[in-house]
């Protein structure tokens, strides 16, 4: 018998998400490191800012080999960040605030200190203990080479050996070693981690590295000596990626989550093609997938209109909704990306950091303006929105940290030629001082912060912006409610009758937004401005400068 939908059952479709690095949001107990009683603490603020869920990157326990995406235990809080009861008092408090809670789940690695690998590592080659993971008798007459020229996201070979000559495959760190998907104790257990968490009230999951879950190892192990681009990666060739048997695990996946009402939501983290990302979003498994067009996109309209044109259609044609994002915790932070020329690159951008952010010098004011405008842009697109926190306070890069303090595997890994992640996971500004008594965080905890702050972080700080009318948390938490009222339908309609540097769309309700990707002003249409990303004058809409008008 059909059962009527839970009215709540959509949430998910238009959020706004909120995501939440904990180490670098808010330290409640000075030890340097964010934890979750950090987060209750700013519950006040979340909702002031008006977002509609939060997502929490990993609490669990863990070494840090990869800030928590390396997990020791999936059904626990790192004791470094928390309790279970702390857990559920920020679970409680979001919920009081009409905030839902989406967490992080790492499902393609555990950490080399999960008891399952631990069990592995004392049991013998071959036994059910090893079964869980990927290990593999090495090549060569000694079996000291390893199993396959697979790579390493981080850098290096993708395998690493045990003491009895073994070798088991991490496609990220060492210390994240590959679970074998084919195993069904590995899939119980995942759906026994879905429902701890759901059970405790958790609304949804963001699934990391989605698409790696399934490989194919069929002997002998298929050659891939490099990691996929997105724009390379064919579908059903590569041995480690976007395989098609990866859609049975989530079709379970969503079994599980249908068993809650309403049901739990998912997004996965799947760096694939556009036309292959709606199928993991498919409401049979996990409803959204990030898209990460713009992540590689320069500030364009050519290229804006381009990729919002392909995720409307495909996530239409799959019935999920789009998902926006400009930042994350693995990416430099779009007000720095957009301060520098255009056509760097993914190679540019990481030569950029290794020169300390000095080669080329960033244009920061045209930066933070193309940031704010294409916020406001995204966030009059139907679907959901990811924010990554800081980006409401128009924080940027912090690219200078001192090279003894960089903690990224990355860094590492790649014998310190590519600088990794760091500069966007430096601790949120909260003060616009010092705190006096450590002298070094900005309100961030009183024991200091576990990446330093420049000193320019006290001027994008939570305290200095909330007084300030024409700031970027001021626009941000004006947009948001705004959105609130606007954002009904999931429709849309381009205009086109407009220049090409020009980006215009019609949504239900009167609702008209113009974005002018040029430098040389235009007319802003007829009707009330509901809100601009930057200054307005005579009638015109500046350069690089978005704008809500009712008509
Ligand atoms: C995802 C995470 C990233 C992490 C990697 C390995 O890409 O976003 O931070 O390093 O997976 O878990």
Redesign the pocket.
Same mark, same amino acid.
């Given at each position: 018998m059909a059962q009527t939908p839970h009215p709540e059952a959509d949430w998910w479709r238009q959020a706004v998400v909120y995501q939440i690095y904990p180490r670098s949001f808010a330290d409640s107990d000075g030890d340097g490191i964010g934890n979750i009683a950090g987060v209750t603490a700013k519950v006040p603020y979340l909702k002031a800012l008006g977002v509609d869920a939060v997502w929490l990157?990993?609490f669990y326990p863990s070494a840090l080999a !990869?800030?928590g995406?390396?997990v020791d235990d999936y059904r626990d809080v790192d004791p470094k960040l928390g309790t279970l009861a702390d857990f559920d008092e920020m679970s409680a408090k979001l919920h009081e605030a009409g905030i839902r809670l989406i967490v992080?789940i790492?499902p393609?690695?555990s950490s080399d200190r999960h008891v399952w690998f631990q069990e592995a590592l004392a049991a013998a080659p071959g036994s059910p203990a090893r079964d869980r993971y990927i290990f593999r008798n090495g090549l060569g007459p000694n079996g000291d080479q390893p199993p396959s020229d697979w790579v390493s996201?981080?850098g290096g070979s993708a395998w690493t050996r045990v003491p009895d000559g073994q070798w088991y495959l991490h496609?990220?760190?060492p210390e994240?070693p590959d679970f074998d998907w084919s195993n069904p104790e590995v899939r119980d257990d995942f759906r026994k981690t879905l429902r701890f968490w759901s059970d405790r009230g958790v609304d949804g999951f963001r699934v !990391?590295?989605a698409h790696g879950l399934a490989k194919d190892l069929a002997e002998p192990l298929r050659s891939m000596p490099v990691i996929p681009e997105l724009d390379i990666q064919v579908d059903g060739t590569n041995p480690l990626f976007d395989r098609d048997d990866v859609h049975t695990i989530f079709e379970e996946w969503r079994e599980v989550f249908n068993e809650y009402s309403p049901p739990r939501a998912a997004v996965a983290?799947a760096?694939v093609p556009t036309t292959r990302r709606a199928l993991y979003a498919r409401p049979t498994e996990l409803g959204q997938a990030f898209n990460f067009d713009l992540l590689r996109e320069d500030w364009d309209a050519e290229g804006f209109r381009k990729s919002i044109t392909e995720n409307l259609a495909e996530s239409a044609a799959s019935g999920a909704s789009s998902t926006w994002v400009l930042s994350?915790?693995?990416v430099i932070r779009h007000p720095s990306r957009y301060a520098l020329p255009t056509g760097l690159g993914r190679e540019g951008l990481d030569e950029w950091l290794l020169s300390d952010g000095l080669d080329p010098l960033p244009d920061h004011a045209a930066g933070l303006r193309r940031a704010t405008a294409s916020t406001l842009l995204l966030l009059a697109l139907p679907g959901s929105m990811y924010l990554y926190q800081g980006e409401e306070l128009g924080l940027r890069e912090v690219p200078d940290i001192p090279r003894d303090q960089l903690a990224?595997?990355i860094w590492l890994r790649t014998g310190h030629q590519l600088k990794g992640?760091d500069g966007c996971r430096v601790p949120l500004p909260w003060t616009v001082a010092r705190d006096a008594a450590g002298g070094s965080s900005f309100g961030f905890g009183s024991g200091g912060a576990h990446l330093p702050q420049p000193d320019w972080f006290g001027q994008f700080s939570v305290e200095a912006e909330e007084v300030d009318p024409d700031s970027v948390l001021a626009l941000y938490r004006t947009a948001l409610r705004l959105r609130r009222e606007l954002q009904t339908t999931e429709t849309l309609e381009f205009e086109t009758s407009v220049p090409t540097d020009v980006l215009s769309f019609r949504r239900p309700g009167g609702w008209l937004v113009i974005t002018n990707f040029g430098t040389t002003p235009v007319p802003l249409p007829s009707g009330e401005v509901l809100v601009a990303s930057g200054p307005l004058a005579d009638g015109q809409l500046p350069g690089e400068t978005t704008a809500w008008i009712r008509e």
């Open positions: 990157s990993p !990869d800030g995406y390396d992080d790492v393609n690695h996201h981080f496609l990220f760190a994240q !990391d590295v983290e760096w994350n915790h693995d990224d595997p992640r």
